[in-house]
């Protein structure tokens, strides 16, 4: 963790933390965290998505492979869309399901990424949905997915280590949401 007291220190750690590719996230704090905050998102672009983690009859987790490694679907929020609703369309489009089931909400995780020069910093908004493995499913390959797939426990365990580690806490908080579900 680092402390930050002024912040105009802000600059510096992202540099820091930039450099240090081992490290899988940063965690500011100090006396002034809304006057830190302000200074942090002022750096990036503000990006708003959802996503779903999504369960079949069986229990499995809906995953998709994109850019070499696995995801949960999730995309950006439309101007005017509701959180909710943009999360259920990004799981039918990403995934090629007709019929999602909208549960309760999640979580939420933050992540920076760097395109076409721009810095981004997203928010996604995740929630728990439902959907049949009876339905077929098809990667929405004009973003970069090429496999959609249910995984069952160990399969699981194994995207935990080719994942995002922004993604990790969405996994934990399903696994506990279905833990608490039986």
Known sequence: MLRIDDP????????????????AGLVLHGADV???WKEFRSRYVFV??????VTDEQGRLLAIHRLGRW????????KGEEIPVAAVREVQEECGLQQVTLGESLCHTWHTYERKGELHLKRTDW????ASSKEALVPQTNEDITEVRWLNAAEVE???SETYPSLLSVVE???AAARSRT
């Open 158 to 160: 194994r995207l935990k």
């Open 48 to 53: 708003q998505a959802a996503g779903g983690a």
């Open 71 to 78: 995801d949960l679907p999730k995309g950006k929020v439309e």
């Open 34 to 36: 809304p006057r830190i």
């Open 8 to 23: 105009r220190e802000v600059g510096l750690a992202v540099k820091q933390f930039e450099r240090r590719m081992e490290l």
């Open 173 to 175: 908080a399903w696994e």
């Open 127 to 130: 929630f728990l949905m439902q």
